[in-house]
């Protein structure tokens, strides 16, 4: 699997703890991550031999083997493409959605200190929404979508920085407020769309895509999605100790010496970044941002040194379940959206219930 | 007055010789263009007779609303996509319209229509926008006598334009021929029925006969086929709810994915390779789209359909073929001897000319037959030379 997770288990607070103590906690910490890495790749050996052609699950394996060189095989050419273009680019791409828009809002949730925040929140979704409806309208070809959408992606987080921004800093509650603003203006702008989109066919073509979709996931996208997760990935990872301080608040993290203003400045950007390459390869896939941080919290608690990787490899995993469940389920595609939503809810709701004992209260 | 009715197909179960088919035709089409003008004689006639009486006539729909005019409309205002042509082609002329769904002034435009009837240029379109909501201001702007609307998705389309005193007639689209209904009841709304008599006539003959030649067709000599309601940036099948796969398999094929209960659904590639048919159809409203971007997608490479270079752009004439449209029958003469070349041997410079002259009262120009057949984007598919040989 390609989901990268840094596997570091950063010991905090092991001064009296003696030598052989630390490398015990290492060790198992490291099988923990060891096994979360194991079970995202298993989830995705076992959806790669699902699917609506029938492949029997060892072709899948030989075809797999074949293509590393391990082996020769006279598997169908048909079966070949099926698992190596059709449902391999899908289901790389769903586990670095999951796991960019898992990322994602746990450092949203940690720096706006506040459990109800996902990616949505900062006007980059209906910005990218409004980007690939209009691509759809006016243009028509896959290109044209994936870069419409992340072009105003980041012009909506833009607009957000923009609009928030009083007296050179941008106070969480201007932001949340400017991000509604802002989201409230494209939203409108797609109704627009929809509005005078022709209802035969393109009409369809665009409430489908903004519900969301790996059905025509290409490498190609997978690459316009790679660099955007990678990009945000890494500025998310490197600031990782930042956003543990900055979710103390703003108070405490100026009076710990952190530059508050262009910290959350440049983890909105890598957010933005991530979830508008999210958005532009597969619409919009709502709830694993808002949930999935929740389900890592309850696991590893709320360092975000763990809790980031910890929410993608949840978000890799169970966006990689959703997705086989949208695409075998019945002849027609299932928008991955009202999956989402579906499972989403309900989990959320269980787990707001349970925030009240933990979790937060440790934060 | 007697209809008459275009040719039936020429079944040929032997090699097809060209020139004995247009001997065949040409007597045919004089025989047709005769019985036109007589026809359009005695209904002069007739028309003559009746000035003055000023009968009101009640049309009623399908859905039970009716509208008595005491003239016949001559400035309606169809607004679901597929009426707009219609609204052309039964009275035979643009001036019966005031206003036309966007994606119907779309095909307009880049069919023949826009040459036959310049003024449709200028056609205003903002009467009805997605979703088939109208908007009220620019429909009384128009001025329009009779209001065409879709009936089956709800009240909300049709009351703002009752509340605003227009009469309307209503249409349903259903995995049927609907355009049955929907031609007598334009034709007495226009005051033409006869010519509506001819255009249903002609509808019912044609597919009459394909279906007579299809007579004792097997299972196994059906072929199967994929009608992309999109390709590029999604994948959508036609489903079993439909017109588009009612026509396929009224043309003696299967519809891989009449087990979709939508008119169209997103589908992903893999079941399109599961489902591996013989011959896939290409919707003609994205117009750039043409076979080769098939034949070029590397994950469909193993299709029947690509292997075999069956894929097919849908022609458009005055309309897009593939749709329940006046042009309909030309599109079944097409579908038919695409999936049964063995069965069907029709005249296209012919059926076209006379179904424009008789729809439109235009001769299309010679060059225009082989841009309606999409013979550029289709040469490279298998038998397409048939198509040409005209």
Redesign the interface.
Known sequence: MSVSAPSEAAPQSVAPASIGLVWARTALASGGWLLGCAAVAVIGIVALGL????IEPLDVIRILLSRIGFIETDV???AR??VE???AP?ILSAALAGAILGMTGAALQGIFRNPLVGPQIIGVTSGASFGGALA?LLV???AA?VGFAFVFGLVAVFLVYTIARVGGRAPVLMLVLAGVVVSAAFTAFVSLI????????????IV??LMG?F??A?YDKLFILTLAVLGSVLVLHALRFRINIMSLGEEEATALGIRVEPTRWAILAAVALGVAGVVSVAGVVGWVGLVMPHLARMIVGPDHRKLLPAAALAGAGYLIIVDTLA?TMS???I?IGILTALVGAPVFAVLLRRLHLKGWGRG | MSPQHSSSPSRQDVEINPAKAEAKFIPNKIVKDTLLVASFLGLAAIAGATIGKADDVTVTDVNGFSVTLTEPSQRSAPLPPPLGTFAIAIPGDADHLVTAHPWSKAVMMQGSLAGYFPSLADLPTGAVGGGFAPNIEELLATDPDLVFQVGFIGDDVLAPIIAAGLPVLTINVTANDDAMDWIPMMGAAYGVEDRADWILSWRKETLASITQTLAGLGDEDRPTVAHLARYGDALRVVGGGHFRSWQIEAMGGVNVASEVPQRSAEISAEQLIAWDPEIILLNAFQPDLMPQMVYDDPVLQSLAAVRERRVYAFPVGGDRWEAPVAESPLGWMWLSELLHPDRFRWDYTAEITAAHEMLYGQTPPPNAIGRMLKLDANQGSTGYERFSAF
């Open positions: 699917g609506r052609y029938a169908s050419d048909t493409r099926v273009l059709v449902r899908r759809i028509g070809t896959t979508t929809k509005y005078v989109a022709d209802p035969n066919d393109t009409l369809p073509a489908y895509w979709s059905a025509t290409t695409r002849a027609a595609e928008p």
